[in-house]
Structures are given as structure tokens and as C-alpha cells.
């Protein structure tokens, strides 16, 4: 029996990370949440920490520490998503607001202190936002770098471009200096971009499966996807949106759903027109060293199985 495999969350709730919290909260044998941390984006921190407890309490895991991290990019004003998400973020279902408290420790210094009282090469972070804990964390403590198992993230684009802007992804461009410490600092990252996300759409019948299953936790979900999807299926015409954060999870869950190469990806922090842009070199023209594996392939039914079916479970 291997032991579940110790996670730190850190995420902006969204929908979608809403979607992928209860994924790794239905797989207990498999994922051991050490805690979740919150960090400003989809909208500003108080509403990210808000957002964490109302999904912990959806799906009765009040025993989940929960911590509220950055409320702002490292030198950048927050740029925040409420037309994607609505105002609260986690707008769709009625929910009754958070009993659960939230821990009186900073997120960072959680994030910090967890990495170097755990076994080092046992904790990943799985990161559903901007980077900005992340990297506030390796300028407090550089070499909790060489502590961490892996960071697997949802961010950036490649052939996609980007959903914010022409080139750039919502979470790497609110705080493009924060990818770029990341980025250099060693740690083994997995990239979940556009390019994959992009082929997780929230088709109606995959919607349907989720709100069959009836708890709470699998109502609220389906719809949160009904509200979140119409500003995709808007923009790109498609039966549903994607689904982006879950497939951090999904990584850890079942990796062989997913393909894609080891790869440079240097983050844009200078250019007014391609600013928070990740330049993946995916043909491997610059030479230089790779620092991510950048995933582009995903079996988009077998990662709806797995959600559905861990969606049940709570």
C-alpha cells in the first residue's frame, strides 16, 4: 500500500479550481492535502479565502487547513477575472458562507514551514493561480527549492496563444515576475497550458453526469460549470468551456492521460505586447536547458471519467 502523496494546494477559486479541489479532496488514498493556500486572481484574496472554505464545506472537509496568502502581485496592480468567474468567483449555485475559520498563519510562511519540516522530495505543489506564494516563499527561503517533489501548474499557452491577452494566460500574466522566479529556481515543474485545457470542455452530457450524482458537492459543481461556461462558449463557440485547473490534479491522479516533452519556457516580464507570455521551446531551437515538461495532449474522456467518478465520492 503506498502512502497518499503529500500536496500543498495553492489556488484562486475560480470555478475550475473549484473543480479541482473536490478532485483532490475525492481521492484521499491517493493525495494527502496537507493544506490549502489562497492567493489573489480570479478575484482578490478575501473572496480566494472565502472560496477555498465554502468548497471545503461542500464536500464536509472542515478538518482542511486553509490559509490566506498574497493579496497582490509581487510589483504589479491585480488584474482579476470577475468577468469569467462573477463577482464572488464562485458565482452559479446559492452557497451559505464559510463557518470554518480561517488559520491565523500567512500562507507563505505555511508553505515555507511545511517544506522544510516534511521529508524533503515528498510534498508537490499543485498551483491553480499567479505564482506569487510560490515565489514569495523561494525569496524567503531559496532553498526550500530543492525540498519539493514537483510543482505541477496550470499555467501559460503555447500553439493556444493566450486568454487574457494575444499571448498570454490568465494566471502567468497576473503575475509574470513571480513565473519567472519560479521558473528559475530548479524546481521539477509540470506544465498544464492552454493547449491541454483547451480539450476538457464541459460538453452538456459530461455536465449532466456530474449534477446525476446529486450530493451537494456534485450539484454546486454542475452548476458553477453552467455559469462558467457561458463566457467560453461565448468567446470560442464551443459546446462548453474548458476546464483548466483539474488537470493538475488529474496529473497526479492518473498521468498517463496526458502527453507532451520536456522543454525551456522563459516568461516574458518586459514587452508591452506579449507581457506574462511563457515562451515554451517546444522544437528545441535555443538550446537551452529544460525546466518544465509542458504537456499538450490530454484523453479528454478519460479525464471526465476520473473527475465524475471521484465527484461521487464525497
Not at 515565489?135 to 501559460?156: C, F, H, S, T, W
Request: hydrophobic letters at 45%; aromatic letters at 6%; proline letters at 5%.
Amino acid at each position: 500500500m503506498t502512502m497518499p502523496r503529500k500536496i500543498i494546494i495553492d489556488t484562486d477559486p475560480g470555478q475550475d479550481d473549484a473543480a479541482a479541489i473536490m478532485l483532490a479532496l475525492g481521492s484521499p488514498g491517493e493525495l494527502d492535502v496537507l493544506g490549502i493556500t489562497a492567493v489573489a486572481g480570479n478575484v482578490p484574496v478575501a473572496l480566494t479565502a472565502r472560496n477555498v472554505r465554502v468548497i471545503c464545506e461542500l464536500c464536509n472537509r472542515q478538518d482542511i487547513k486553509v490559509f490566506a496568502g498574497a493579496d497582490r502581485p509581487l510589483v504589479r496592480k491585480l488584474v482579476t477575472a470577475e468577468h469569467v468567474h462573477g463577482k464572488t468567483g464562485l458565482d452559479g449555485p446559492v452557497v451559505n458562507e464559510p463557518t470554518m475559520l480561517l488559520q491565523e498563519r500567512h500562507a507563505v510562511e505555511f508553505i515555507v514551514e511545511t517544506l522544510l519540516s516534511e521529508e524533503p522530495g515528498t510534498v508537490t505543489l499543485c498551483t491553480l493561480g499567479a505564482l506569487t506564494n510560490i515565489a514569495l516563499a523561494l525569496q524567503q527561503a531559496p532553498d526550500i527549492a530543492g525540498r519539493i517533489l514537483e510543482l505541477v501548474m496550470m499555467g501559460g499557452g503555447l500553439f493556444e496563444g493566450g486568454n487574457i491577452t494575444p499571448a498570454a494566460e490568465f494566471n502567468v500574466y497576473v503575475d509574470p515576475e513571480a513565473a519567472a522566479i519560479v521558473f528559475k529556481s530548479g524546481i521539477p515543474i509540470v506544465m498544464m497550458p492552454l493547449d491541454v485545457t483547451h480539450k476538457v470542455l464541459t460538453h452538456k452530457a459530461r455536465v449532466e453526469r456530474i449534477k446525476a450524482i446529486g450530493s451537494p458537492a456534485a450539484v454546486a459543481m454542475a452548476q458553477m460549470l453552467e455559469f462558467f461556461e457561458r463566457f467560453d462558449v461565448a468567446k470560442y463557440g464551443s459546446d462548453g468551456g474548458p476546464l483548466h485547473d483539474p488537470t493538475v490534479i488529474a496529473y497526479l491522479l492518473k498521468p498517463e492521460l496526458f502527453g507532451g516533452r520536456d522543454c525551456n519556457v522563459e516568461i516574458e516580464t518586459e514587452s508591452a505586447l506579449t507581457m506574462g507570455m511563457t515562451v515554451i521551446d517546444w522544437w528545441q531551437v535555443t538550446g537551452r536547458q529544460h525546466n518544465a515538461k509542458v504537456m499538450r495532449d490530454i484523453d479528454a474522456q478519460g479525464f471526465f471519467d476520473l473527475l465524475t467518478e471521484r465527484l461521487a465520492r464525497l
